[in-house]
């Protein structure tokens, strides 16, 4: 036997192969046993951002503020915030925008007491208050989605990147600035075809896309029929964060949002549902991480109306980042510098991305998801 073989001094010492064999058996059971199962791959839906509310939004002129002021110190405050180019802010990690569009069929409807030509084009402008806060980082909607276009081709791995759309059809004659023209049947095919000539098929990440071949949308995002991440990587999704009525008319008769470039915000019993505006994450802290965890995208917001900046008051913000939504929007990407306390919003640690916590938890390296490239 082995054992006798193992000698010393003319001697058997079965102890010594006792010793032996243990470490051998513990290392054939632990080959024998089931490997932990690797987690399941990341998809569209699994990671947190951080976004930018109003993104295209320069600062106000002076004498315009000023007269805001005299009217209302509320709403001058509320309006007195401004970014930086697009192109800055996505290097910066933002990877999601908001964009306010104006319907302008024949060009020149928000030309009146601006040398803008741009505004006497035909097409889709980018403007907050028009005739008032019309201060614009790109005034075409086709400019500013070419600059995003172009950033995403030069950093074809970034996560995807949600481009959140406001219809702007409120009437500001009777203050001092222009009434925007209605959003019709005609207007919302409109926009859809104006981002389809800038955007191509390959960016977009549309509600067919996810759809597939379920009865609705409602049934695909439920079934966690978002596409991977990595098929998701250098694409966009649109989202429309409407009233119910305008929603409704983006989405006509269709069950779902066929054929549609926008997600719309709805509630979640919609056969329509897969995204969902809830910008009070203190207040819908739980229904966000219910929603999230049931698989459909949410935007919360981290501030509003410069509140939380001026004082830096960071309640808010941190309940955003702690309620699973996969979208925080800020005004404040960078500081203030007329505020004290530099209130700012970014992800703990810095990333541009991170694993979502309600649906993934920490199981992610989020350095490896995103580094804006």
Request: aromatic letters at 6%.
């Amino acid at each position: 036997m082995a054992t006798e073989r193992v000698t010393m001094a003319g001697q058997a010492h079965p102890g010594i192969a006792v010793s032996v064999m243990l470490p051998l058996i513990a290392l054939l059971a632990a080959a024998a046993a089931p490997a932990p199962p690797r987690p399941a791959p990341l998809k569209a839906n699994d990671i947190s951002v951080i976004g930018t509310h109003n993104s295209y939004k320069k600062a106000m002129p002076a004498e315009t503020m000023a007269k805001v002021r005299a009217v209302s110190t509320a709403i001058a405050d509320s309006l007195d915030y401004a970014h930086r180019p697009l192109t800055e802010q996505l290097d910066a990690g933002a990877r999601q925008l908001e964009i306010d569009v104006n319907y302008d069929p024949t060009g020149g409807h928000y030309s009146k007491g601006s040398s803008d030509p741009a505004l006497l084009r035909p097409g889709f402008k980018v403007l907050h208050i028009a005739g008032i806060d019309n201060s614009s980082s790109c005034m075409l909607l086709t400019e500013c989605l070419t600059i995003i276009r172009r950033w995403s081709d030069a950093h074809p791995r970034h996560v995807p990147i949600l481009l959140l759309f406001n219809a702007k059809d409120e009437q500001y004659a009777s203050r001092g600035g222009i009434d925007a023209l209605p959003f019709d049947a005609a207007a919302w095919d409109a926009l859809d075809a104006e981002i389809r000539s800038v955007m191509p098929a390959r960016k977009l990440i549309v509600p067919d896309d996810v759809q597939g071949k379920y009865p609705t949308l409602r049934d695909a995002v439920l079934a966690d029929h978002w596409p991977a991440l990595d098929k998701a990587r250098g694409r966009f999704l649109f989202a429309l964060d409407e009233t119910p009525a305008k929603v409704a008319a983006y989405r006509g008769s269709r069950r779902s949002l066929e054929g549609r470039v926008f997600f719309i915000n709805t509630d979640e019993d919609s056969p329509a549902a897969a995204y969902l505006t809830l910008n009070d994450p203190i207040a819908e802290g739980a229904r966000i991480a219910r929603d999230v965890k049931a698989g459909y995208l949410v935007r919360t917001r981290a501030d509003a109306d410069t509140r939380e900046a001026r004082i830096n008051d960071t309640r808010r913000r941190e309940a955003a980042l702690a309620s699973g939504a996969q979208y925080v929007s800020t005004d404040y990407l960078w500081p203030d510098a007329r505020f004290a306390g530099g209130y700012n919003v970014r992800l703990p640690g810095g990333g541009v991305a991170r694993c979502n916590r309600v649906r993934r938890g920490t199981e992610c390296n989020g350095a490896e998801l995103d580094r804006g490239r």
